[in-house]
């Protein structure tokens, strides 16, 4: 059974950071690329950053290209996205799941609440 659960959320002054970590289950986390995505009131669920299984490939959205950084310790079934440079339209629930360019998303674990204000 999918199993995601997403921890490090809270709020910051913009300019401060920030760092989410995704734990999954093995099965999971095993040969897939992760990503971690946002929602924001009134919007759609958009992908934010990717990382493929050896962690060699990596995506970023243009609206945190140079700020985020997302990281992966496989030993440990854990993803990592390291925000610096917060801003207010980085305010959202931040969620974790497999790649979904790459295959069909997961059950969506609760996800951690970000909040960044100016």
């Known amino acids: 059974q999918a199993q995601l659960v997403e921890s490090g959320g809270g709020w910051v002054q913009a300019g401060g950071a920030l760092r989410l970590s995704c734990a999954a289950s093995?099965?999971?986390?095993?040969?897939?690329?992760m990503g971690w995505y946002r929602q924001a009131p009134g919007k759609a669920r958009e992908l934010v950053a990717a990382?493929?299984?050896?962690?060699?490939?990596?995506y970023y959205a243009d609206s945190v290209k140079g700020r985020f950084t997302i990281s992966r310790d496989n030993a440990k079934n854990t993803v990592y996205l390291q925000m610096n440079s917060l801003k207010p339209e980085d305010t959202a629930i931040y969620y974790c799941?497999?790649?979904?360019?790459?295959?069909?998303?997961?059950?969506w674990g609760q996800g951690t609440q970000v909040t960044v204000s100016s």
């Open positions: 093995r099965r999971t986390f095993s040969s897939n690329a």
């Open positions: 799941n497999v790649d979904r360019r790459v295959v069909t998303p997961l059950i």
């Open positions: 990382i493929s299984w050896s962690g060699g490939n990596t």
